[in-house]
């Protein structure tokens, strides 16, 4: 039992104790704000150097893809600007590896074509900490990229398909050769079963075969399919290197009556148009170096502080053919 004058003489040490602490969490100063996450600085400041890492040099849309974004560079940042264009064969750890590469020459801006768009994301996160701006070229890189731009793929994929039914009057044995897991490949791919889904009597025959792009893929997939398949109308490539090398595969095979649509729209594609024996009939035309240079304008324009409210531009395409060849300009090149 405590006494009345002890328990006062507490309540008065446990007030006065009170009090004290009260004053001392009122006056503390307050802690300083935390930092802004170092990917805010993405966003600001001049850019000394630009990074460009694309799927394979080797492919005609890709090397216009560097010109286009240097030529871009060069007009908005002037000469003085230092431009690095690599190629990540499709490897997605090798991509990573060149923008750890940029993130330790202290790259300013990264125009990125993944090689993996969602296996990309963690090097994305680590460019951006580092207070790179990333703008994604042609296909979706995960991970937090301040920009894409790209072509309309779905698009791309549907009319160069729809063409092929035409051509086949709704009726026959089609089939697919794929990519590499980027997105502009999904989507394409997406846009063909579409348009073939669509025909009733079109049976969509294979649609898995990943030829990575390239006109060896292309030619090594096309020889098994017709291996494997006594009757083939009409084949979807994913790009054209892969259906040139698809046709490759039909002119050394003897096989006869069957069509080739592609995607790209590029210079060689234009000379297999024109020669009427060849099997690629069709392909929905990008433009890679205005692709890239409107790329490269977003990325000046978010690091100069814009904050475009659709961080997503998309590029439509149109279909080129033996038809309308004379009247095709072809891609952009300086």
Do not use: H
């Amino acid at each position: 039992m405590f006494s009345l004058p002890s328990l006062l003489r507490r309540g008065l040490l446990s007030s006065f104790a009170v009090c004290v602490l009260s004053c001392f969490v009122a006056c503390k100063p307050k802690p300083e704000a935390s930092p802004a996450p170092q990917a805010a600085k993405a966003s600001g400041g001049a850019i000394r150097s630009v990074g460009l890492t694309v799927g394979d040099l080797a492919n005609p849309f890709f090397v216009q893809i560097a010109k286009g974004a240097e030529s871009k560079v060069r007009e908005l940042g002037g000469a003085d600007v230092k431009f690095t264009a690599v190629s990540s064969g499709y490897d997605l750890n090798r991509q990573a590896n060149q923008i750890d590469d940029f993130i330790a020459a202290g790259t300013d801006l990264l125009l990125l074509n993944a090689a993996d768009s969602q296996g990309i994301a963690p090097a994305v996160r680590k460019a951006r900490k580092a207070g790179m701006t990333v703008i994604a070229i042609d296909v979706v890189a995960e991970g937090g990229v301040d920009g894409t731009v790209m072509s309309d793929n779905v698009q791309a994929g549907r009319i160069a398909a729809e063409y092929l039914v035409r051509r086949l009057n709704g009726t026959g044995n089609v089939v697919i050769i794929n990519g590499p897991p980027v997105s502009a490949v999904t989507d394409r791919v997406t846009g063909a079963v579409e348009a073939f889904s669509a025909a009733p009597g079109i049976k969509l025959l294979s649609r898995d075969q990943n030829a990575f792009g390239n006109r060896d893929g292309g030619l090594s997939v096309m020889n098994d399919l017709l291996v494997a398949n006594p009757r083939i109308d009409a084949v979807f490539a994913v790009n054209d290197p892969t259906g040139l090398g698809a046709a490759l595969a039909v002119r050394q095979s003897r096989r006869t009556g069957v069509v080739i649509a592609s995607v790209d729209g590029a210079p060689d594609v234009e000379a297999a148009l024109a020669d009427p024996s060849n099997a690629l009939v069709a392909s929905a035309a990008q433009d890679p170096f205005m692709m890239a240079a409107r790329a490269a304008e977003f990325g000046f324009q978010i690091r100069a502080g814009a904050s475009p409210t659709d961080r997503l531009i998309r590029i439509p395409v149109t279909l080129v053919t033996r038809d309308n060849l004379s009247s095709y300009r072809g891609w952009t090149a300086k």
